[in-house]
């Protein structure tokens, strides 16, 4: 929690020194992002998105078909057990083992690649926008543009200085190819 409100206050620090600078320096150049929009409304974000939860679909039906060896296999033990012999019942509770042991390695290999994928994903996406972004920013000649995060680092902005709908505007334009 400290961390939290440490990180909040050094925003807040670096946000008031911009402003500070840009107000004291005459420039009206200051503009700002909503980061949560625009990341949120950038059709590359929500395709990259749509692509990771296909693939998550893709890793839990595997995972439930592994469930499902699993539990057909503990079924047919147990519904045969009466019949083996102490090396056939020796066998099976080993292969049921063993198969658990697969779905649980698996199921770990699987959250990790997902963690993996969805940061590269996001990662990729985010070099995107802040590149779009930087050349917005030198077309315009703005010195800075700010990004406003649901952590709370713009507090009050002039109205008209939100430049979020035009820069994912024109984001969703080069993404289509337009």
């Given amino acids: 929690m400290k961390k939290n409100q440490l990180f909040v206050l050094l925003n807040l620090l670096v946000t008031i020194t911009a402003f500070s600078f840009l107000f004291f320096n005459g420039n009206d150049q200051l503009v700002y992002v909503d980061s949560n929009k625009l990341l949120s409304e950038y059709q590359g974000m929500v395709d990259a998105q749509n ?22 296999e503990l079924k047919r033990h147990e519904k045969e057990v009466s019949k083996m012999t102490t090396k056939e019942k020796g066998l099976s509770e080993q292969l049921i083992r063993s198969k658990q042991q697969q779905l649980i390695t698996y ?18 996406v ?17 010195k800075i543009i700010l990004g406003a995060t649901s952590m ?11 430049i979020t709908d035009e820069v994912v505007e024109g984001l969703n334009r080069r993404y289509r190819g337009e």
């Avoid at 939860?53 to 539990?71: G, H, N, Y």
């Avoid at 290999?109 to 590269?120: G, H, L, P, Y």
């Fill in 51 to 72: 692509d990771y939860k296909k693939l998550s679909l893709e890793w839990q039906a595997r995972i439930d078909t592994l469930t499902m060896d699993v539990q057909n």
């Fill in 107 to 124: 199921q770990k290999a699987i959250q990790e690649k997902a963690a993996q994928e969805d940061s590269q994903r996001t990662q990729a």
């Fill in 126 to 142: 985010i070099e995107e926008v802040n590149a779009y972004i930087e050349e917005f920013g030198k077309k315009r000649s703005y």
């Fill in 152 to 162: 709370g680092n713009i507090l009050y902005a002039q109205e008209g200085i939100d």
